[in-house]
Each structure stands twice: as C-alpha cells, then as structure tokens.
Nanobody, 124 residues
Framework: QVQLVESGGGLVQAGGSLRLSCAFS????????MGWFRQAPGNEREFVAI????????VHADSVKGRFSIARDNVQDTVSLEMNSLKPEDTAVYYC?????????????????WGQGTQVTVSS
C-alpha cells in the first residue's frame, strides 16, 4: 500500500523560507509523477507544482512561479517543495500527491494517492 508522509511545515514570517518534504513508500516511486497541492480554510484544494517521473519536467502554478521549486530524488523516494519569499496568502495545508501511472497533469483527479498534509502558516 502506497503511503505518503509530508514534513517540514511550520510558522514563518512573510519573506521567509520553508522546505517541505514528502516520503513515498509501498510502491514504485520512479514511475509516477508527483505533485504538491494546498488548501486554505474555506477554499478548494489547488495545484501548486508537479514534477515528472525523471525530474526533467516541472510545472508550477502562476501564483508560486519564481518563488517555489519542486524536486524529486528517485534514490531516496522523496519529493520536496522549496518555498521562498513566502506571503501570508501562501498559508494553507500542503499535500503531497502521487499521480496515476502515465499521467502528468495539474488536474486533481489525476492523483491516486495523497498524504495527510502539513500546515504552513505565514505571518505578516
């Protein structure tokens, strides 16, 4: 059974940085695209970033482009999200997700497995 466990969330001041990490277990990590999503209170879950199986192709949401960076390590079976220049509007629960085999999409329905989420709070 695939499991995803996020870590690295916390409280940070605006302009600060955080690095989220997601550990994948119970399946073949290197065959799946991996994504990060986030959900703020009262909002729908939204796409943040995706990386393909090899790490060569990445897409970031316009709202985080130039500030956040997704990466993966196919030896350690982890995916990370480096977050810089954080803003109060980045406050949300951040979720790691594993895509269905053969997909590379920002669409939430393309993801088969989800982590439990990690809280990121940015104070002004």
């Amino acid at each position: 059974q695939v499991q995803l466990v996020e870590s690295g969330g916390g409280l940070v001041q605006a302009g600060g940085s955080l690095r989220l990490s997601c550990a994948f277990s119970g399946g073949t990590f290197s065959r799946r695209a991996m994504g990060w999503f986030r959900q703020a209170p009262g909002n729908e879950r939204e796409f943040v970033a995706i990386v393909n199986w090899s790490g060569s192709d990445k897409v970031h949401a316009d709202s985080v482009k130039g500030r956040f960076s997704i990466a993966r390590d196919n030896v350690q079976d982890t995916v990370s999200l480096e977050m810089n220049s954080l803003k109060p509007e980045d406050t949300a629960v951040y979720y790691c997700a594993a895509a269905y085999y053969g997909t590379f999409s920002v669409y939430i329905g393309s993801y088969e497995y989800w982590g439990q989420g990690t809280q990121v709070t940015v104070s002004s």
